[in-house]
Structure formats: C-alpha cells, structure tokens
C-alpha cells in the first residue's frame, strides 16, 4: 500500500490518502490530527509513503515519526524531466501538476523550510494532496523502464537518509575543534582581526616585499610580484610555485591557514556546531551527475586537519567505510571488460604490474585519463595501451564521448540522463568538451546510482537499531554505533555493497569492495 501525505500547515492537521500500488485511490482523504498521527500508520501498514518534498520528511522527523520507504514526487519528476531530454525544466509540484494536466509549467519557486505562512498568506489555492496523488499516478505510469524505476525508488530512499543523517548530525567535538585551531593558528584573538600565525605569516610577506601587502588582497599581491619583475595572472598556488622570492613561501602558507581560518575556524565552529552536532543540510541529486551536495557548512570539504574533531560519543565507534577506485569498477560493470577490475583491492597497483611495469602511478593516470578524457602528453601514450588491452571498456567511454559531440543525450546504467546541448555546442571546441563531460558522465552518474542503492540498503538493514549513517561524501559513508555493535555494522556495510552489485549489474563478477574502520574519530586510520 502506498499513502499519500499533504502535511499542511504548522502543528495542524494534516491529511492523507490511502493508494493502491498502482496510484489508484483506495478510499476518500482522511484527516489526522498531526504529523505525529502518522507513525500509527506507519506501525500498522508500513506504506510506502509519497511526499512531494523531501521537507516533509523533514517536518515528520521533527514530529518523531520515521518511515521506512517513500516516493519523492519533486525528485522523481527530476528525474523524468531530464529523461525527456529537458534537464533543468521546472519540477517541483506544482510544475508537475500542470504538465499533468497538459498546461506549461511555470518556475519553480524558492525553497522554503515549510514554515509558517507569511502576515497575508491566505493558503493554497490548490489542494496539495489531490496533486500529489495525480502526479504520483502519472509518474507511476511513466516509469515503465525497470532501470529507471530502481533509480526513482533510490533517489526516494537516498532523500529519507538525507534528512535523518541532517536530523541526526555528525558528531563533532568543538574542544576538539577548538584546540586543533590553536594548534595551527595561534590562540582565537579576543577581538577579531588575525589570529597569531597568520599575523606573524602577514608580517613576513610583508618584510619580503620590503613595503605593506595586504594578503588577503590579490591585487596587493598581483602589484607587489610586478614591482618585483614576476607579471602574474592569478594568486594561485600552483603559479607561485613557479616564482622565485622570498614572499612565495610564506605566501603559500598564509593562503592555507587563512583558507581554514575563514571556511572552518572559530565562526564556523560557533555557527554549525549545536550540542555537539555538526549539522549540513544535504541535497540530494545536487549535482547533474546524481552526486549530493550541501547547503552551508561545507561538509563535503571537511579539511583533513579538522577531522580529529569528528569524535564518537563515549562507548560509540565511527565506522568509516570508502569504495576502493569506484569508478573504474564501474566502468568495468557497464562495459563488461570484467579484466579490467580483478577482484583485488588495489586495483591500480594489479594493473600497474599486468600493463605499465609496475608503475601505479602510470595505472591511475592512465584509467582516469580514458573516464575524464585527457589525451595530451603522457596521458594519450598510455591511452593507447588501454585500448589495445581493454578494447570494450574503452569502447564504451569513447562511445559516450561521440554521442555527447554530436549532441545526443547520454544516460547512466539506471537512467539519469546528461542535461542536453545548448546552442553553440556543435563548435569544435564547445563539442569536444561536451564529450569529455558525457564520457565522464555515464561512469560518475552511474557509479553515484550504486552508492545510493548502498544507503538505502544499509538503512534498511539497520532500521531500528541505534547505528546511525552521519556522513556520506560521494563514495564514503560514516555511521555512528555503540562499540559492541560495530562488528553488526561492518557485516551490514559488506552485505549492502554486494546487494547494491547485484541490483544495478545483476551477477557481474566484477566487485565493489568497501574498506572498512572502526575508529575513535574521523582521521584515524
């Protein structure tokens, strides 16, 4: 049984409809007191509910309620919409709505957080669930492709964790935090301005330069290189290296530690961390590969210096577990050149010692050149071996790349498909890199596919338990458990990596290991 939900407004009632799982009405709508109503409905029937938001579950979560399964009407016309070669088309709700009913859509409107209604809100003027029931009907319909229908469900589920992991946060120990600054820049100063380090860094640029720069300014910096008889383009770090002065060093790192001090210092400890929890807001599909994003915080670029202040509670663990050169492994999966991933952990080193003498670093470059399409140099040598002893995989990628040079649409295994050309793409260098971007693109969306397939197994195998998923990044999750349960975690991490295969490549001998750890905090290895 499905169930549709309009959650209406704040601390009101709010209604549902009982659905066949064809989207057929199985009785009228029926109104409950609350969100918190819900979770009988959930006990008795557990339904596959269906949102027309992720906020909703939001909102539930907010109201003690957790589901087990749902449909998200916006994510999944997302998905639709880009499959009919309109990538970027209004999806939400009420443009679902109207494309239902035959009418263009207008744009999508702001986010909000469901909040309460503005001073001369005088409500909707349109019955939310009747639309939700209508275009959970009309998606059902449209989902005809097996593949596409797996991909809907998981992009579903991957909102459900979403929402928990934000709900739930990241544990985080601002002492931690706090101390790891002091260590690298000096003590908090008590009235803003520079901490320590970077005051004494600041200092030395400017001796070096015989006369004040402002660090923090490039065009100070540009100016002082000039008077010195080095013309630079740009502040980067990569160009400094080329100059010989006595400013680069310390100019290098100054920008490093002024990096941390502006993206993840005092201001962000204060302003993220609540109670212990760090809370990102993820997005889901924020990326036109299905990769997730996040809205403020900047918790996909957690620095490497900080992750010590990722701590598990007293008698919990962190279980951080990472997919050992994914992409590849999938290249080999969608391609069927299943010599190209043996079953190994470090694929790059087995290859290294088959094809490039032993040489690792030749291996990655030359696996990764074939996904992102690099051809200069060193790179188009090794190239050339990769398609005399893997001739299908390479196949697939360079088939990829000529359909997105032609201005064809491209599509992942499950049907995510690549935004469409633009006009203007059919000039040489505008077509050459479109090729590039979908030759990438149906590796990375397809490989994005199997990670989400993975949470929502792994939430499925631990739903009721006190494991929590508190972080995912691409291809590495974090769960947080009690340290007696952590063996259960590391058998639910394996069995979801091997389930998510089995659904997206049916028995391919190709595997997607998971390197596991159980740690104390985050940078322990």
Known sequence: MRVALDPGRRDGPVRIRRLADDGTPLADAETLPDLAAAAAVEREHAPR???????????????????????????????????????????????????????????????????????????????????????????????????????AAAESAGALV??????????????????????????????????????????????AFGRPVNPDSPAEVLRAF????????????????????????????????????????????????????????????????????????????????????????????LVVADAAQLEPRVLAALSGEHGLAPDVDDLYATLAAREFGGDRDQAKLALLSAMYGASAGQAGELLVRLRRRFPRAMAYVDGAARDGESGLLVRSHLGRTCPPARPGDEEPARSRARGRFTRNFVVQATAAEWALVLLAELRLLLRGGPAELVFFQHDEVVLHCPADLAPTVLEAIATAADTARLRLFGDTPVRFPLTARVVGSYDER
């Open 49 to 151: 509910w269906v949102f027309a938001r992720s906020r909703t579950y939001r909102r539930l979560l907010a109201a003690g309620v957790r589901v087990g399964r749902a449909h998200d009407v916006e994510l999944v016309e997302g998905l639709l919409v880009g499959a009919a070669g309109r990538f970027g088309d209004p999806h939400g709700l009420a443009a679902a709505a109207a494309r239902s009913a035959g009418r263009v859509p207008d744009p999508d409107p702001t986010p909000t957080d469901d909040g309460p209604p503005g001073l001369f809100d005088t409500g909707p003027a349109h019955d939310e669930l009747a639309d939700v029931v209508a275009v959970h009907s009309a998606q059902l319909r449209s989902l005809t492709d097996p593949r596409l229908r797996l991909l």
């Open 162 to 207: 979403a929402e928990e992991m934000t709900a739930h946060g990241l544990p985080w120990s601002a002492e931690h935090h706090d101390a790891l600054l002091t260590a690298l820049l000096g003590p908090r100063p008590v009235l803003g301005g520079r901490p320590p380090r970077l005051a004494a860094l600041a200092a030395q640029i400017t001796a």
């Open 226 to 317: 000039a008077r010195a008889g080095h013309e630079l383009t740009s502040t980067r770090a990569w160009e400094l290296r080329h100059v010989e002065h006595p400013a680069v060093t310390p100019l290098l790192a100054y920008k490093e530690l002024a990096r941390l001090h502006v993206a993840h210092g005092w201001t962000w400890l204060r302003t993220w961390v609540v109670d212990g929890r760090f809370h990102p807001e993820y997005v889901v599909a924020g990326v036109v590969s299905g990769r997730w994003a996040t809205r403020g915080g900047g918790a996909l670029q957690i620095p490497k210096a900080l992750r010590g202040a990722v701590r598990a509670d007293p008698g919990w663990r």
